[in-house]
């Protein structure tokens, strides 16, 4: 059961290039979020998605987008990647339960760095 | 909008020492649930506990132990005689109960505390 697999775990940018992350589950999960990590701050949400063909904004979704076409994947691109995006981008999913129990999985983090 | 803050940005103890991590987080929401997860220095972010807003009751699962106080908004996590592998970075993270679609389980965290045990 590989649970939430991220794709790829590094990544070297030049200012200005695109790039595309992908997100996997095998968990049925219906929401599936993605966050970022910079030292200090926690982990911040990016985009988040309530099911297929839905997503919605999170607390810093500028220079993002992200796409949900099938239940188990979960894309984050960066159209035109700038320094200030270099961090560990993290994915996650959970059941639609709205109860204390329904856990959130995580992904192994995808380290980017933007020179 | 919610917020979580966890003033201590790192703590250094000696190996069996006790490590007691503050939590503070804000809500408008009347039901919500917290959390503690752990990230080793291998990157990945494992969950500990988890706590309903109704549910005040401390309890204590091997060498963890959290103190969740409604009336001051804290959700402290404590490991008891620590070990070397302990050494981590440690996030709190609250999720408001909607009982909404659109709302998506969403998690806030702090800005996590980093752990450093000694041997």
């Known amino acids: 059961n590989a649970g939430v697999t991220q794709t790829p775990k590094f990544r070297v940018l030049k200012t200005g290039q695109s790039m595309t992350l992908l997100c996997a589950q095998d968990m049925n999960h219906e929401y599936m979020y993605w966050y970022r990590q910079d030292p200090g701050m926690g982990l911040r949400l990016i985009h988040y998605s309530v099911g297929e063909g839905t997503t919605a904004k999170g607390e810093v979704p500028d220079g993002y987008n992200v796409s949900r076409l099938k239940k188990q994947n979960f894309l984050l691109g960066l159209e035109s990647a700038a320094p200030s995006q270099t961090s560990v981008y993290f994915c996650?999913?959970?059941?639609?339960?709205?109860?204390?129990?329904?856990?959130?999985?995580f992904g192994q983090g995808t380290r980017l760095t933007v020179v | 909008a919610q917020k979580v803050t966890q003033a201590q940005t790192e703590i250094s103890v000696v190996e069996k020492e006790d490590v007691t991590l503050d939590c503070v987080y804000e809500?408008?929401?009347?039901?919500?649930?917290l959390f503690w997860y752990k990230q080793p220095p291998s990157g990945e972010l494992v969950f500990l506990i988890r706590?309903?807003?109704?549910?005040?009751q401390n309890e204590i699962s091997g060498r963890y132990s959290w103190n969740f106080q409604k009336s001051t908004s804290s959700f402290n996590f404590t490991i008891t005689a620590s070990q070397v592998v302990d050494s981590a970075v440690y996030f709190c993270?609250?999720?408001?109960?909607?009982?909404?679609?659109?709302?998506?389980?969403?998690?806030?965290f702090g800005g996590g505390t980093r752990v450093l045990v000694k041997p």
């Open positions: 996650a999913s959970t059941r639609a339960l709205d109860r204390v129990d329904t856990e959130a999985f």
């Open positions: 706590r309903n807003s109704f549910d005040e």
């Open positions: 809500t408008r929401d009347t039901t919500y649930y």
């Open positions: 993270a609250l999720r408001g109960a909607y009982m909404i679609k659109a709302a998506g389980n969403k998690l806030t």
